[in-house]
């Protein structure tokens, strides 16, 4: 089993930044392909991000493309995502989320994803 807490959300200008950082305890947080998971208000879950077990690869959504830049330090059981050039439609609800298969590859089906945080708002005023 492993916990996964983010941190990092709040409220920012458009075309402001934010950092989002998860720290996971438990499991094998290096064998583990994580992503970035958003919620809006009435709307469906939404994915944002991916990275491989070892960081080498990673995956975007297509609106979140050369603004938003994903990583992770297994040394330190985390996961980040830096936000560029926010947008009001970036508000949302952020969840970490963790794929505990073995090295699995990168996925934006969240679906995959059988750990999550229990999320971080990320607010964008106009």
């Known amino acids: 089993q492993v916990q996964l807490v983010e941190s990092g959300g709040g409220l920012v200008q458009a075309g402001g930044s934010l950092k989002l950082s998860c720290v996971a305890s438990?499991?094998?947080?290096?064998?583990?392909?994580l992503g970035w998971i958003r919620q809006a208000p009435g709307k469906v879950r939404q994915f944002v991000a991916a990275i491989n077990w070892s960081g080498a690869s990673s995956y975007y959504a297509d609106s979140v493309k050369g603004r938003f830049t994903i990583s992770r330090d297994n040394a330190k059981n985390s996961l980040y995502l830096q936000m560029n050039s926010l947008t009001p439609e970036d508000t949302a609800i952020y969840y970490c989320?963790?794929?505990?298969?073995?090295?699995?590859?990168?996925?934006?089906?969240?679906?995959?994803?059988?750990?999550w945080g229990q999320g971080t708002q990320v607010t964008v005023s106009s």
């Open positions: 438990g499991g094998t947080f290096g064998n583990y392909a």
């Open positions: 989320a963790a794929d505990r298969a073995f090295r699995a590859p990168v996925t934006s089906d969240p679906t995959s994803y059988d750990s």
